[in-house]
């Protein structure tokens, strides 16, 4: 059988991990969400020290002994010292950190061997950063998704607090996801050969059922 790569890019809050989760639902593929694994590997640091100025790729090199994969039907899941800890990996601190460990050489080769390890057993779905140009250059299908700040400020807002957030509120978080595309400028670049999609006006399942379509095509003709 013929293994496919999905590659889903783009900047923070651009909806990326819940789109890539399922576009690889109905595809019947594995999503790996290779942010997990980034902020599993900040999480891990943070539980050997919450000093988290004080940290050296070394020492962050050594927390990620504490990480493991759990392969789930259609994703693959960090343990962090043998348990699943989804809230601890969205929480402030790992969040606040998550984009300085990301920029780590020694620990993007870390979450970039885990993720080409399985796509070697799985048609895949990853999304996060540089998939389509460092991770997978040859991806079967990139994608890369943006959207106007102040949607991506709104939308994360609605998922974080459960509510629609207030302008003022909006207007902070757009200021921090600013900041943050600034920091993370050089890990946030688009494939020549991605398909570029606005998301500011599209629904979620609009997205999906876009990307759906163009992955069909792409198995049709292998």
């Not at 998301?199 to 992955?215: P, Y």
Request: include cysteine; hydrophobic fraction near 45%.
């Amino acid at each position: 059988m013929t293994l496919l790569v999905i590659a889903i890019d783009g900047p923070a809050a651009s909806g990326k991990s819940s789109t890539a989760r399922m576009v690889s639902e109905r595809l019947g593929f594995c999503h790996v969400d290779s942010g997990s694994l980034y902020r599993a590997a900040t999480a891990a640091a943070l539980r050997r020290s919450p000093d988290a100025d004080a940290w050296s790729e070394e020492d962050v090199r050594r927390a990620v002994s504490s990480v493991a994969l759990r392969p789930e039907p259609g994703a693959v899941v960090p343990l962090l010292d043998g348990e699943e800890v989804a809230d601890e990996l969205r929480g402030a601190e790992v969040t606040r950190n998550v984009s300085r460990v990301a920029q780590m050489p020694r620990i993007r080769d870390w979450v970039n061997d885990l993720v080409r390890s399985a796509a070697a057993r799985h048609s895949v779905v990853v999304d996060g950063r540089d998939i389509g140009t460092v991770v997978f250059p040859k991806a079967d299908l990139k994608i890369f998704l943006v959207a106007d700040p102040w949607e991506r400020a709104r939308r994360r807002l609605v998922q974080r607090l459960g509510r629609d957030p207030d302008e003022q509120e909006i207007a902070a978080e757009t200021e921090r996801l600013v900041l943050r595309d600034a920091r993370d400028a050089t890990q946030t670049v688009q494939a020549k050969d991605a398909v570029l999609i606005d998301t500011t006006h599209l629904t979620q399942e609009a997205q999906v059922e876009r990307i759906v379509a163009l992955a069909q095509v792409l198995a049709a003709r292998k």
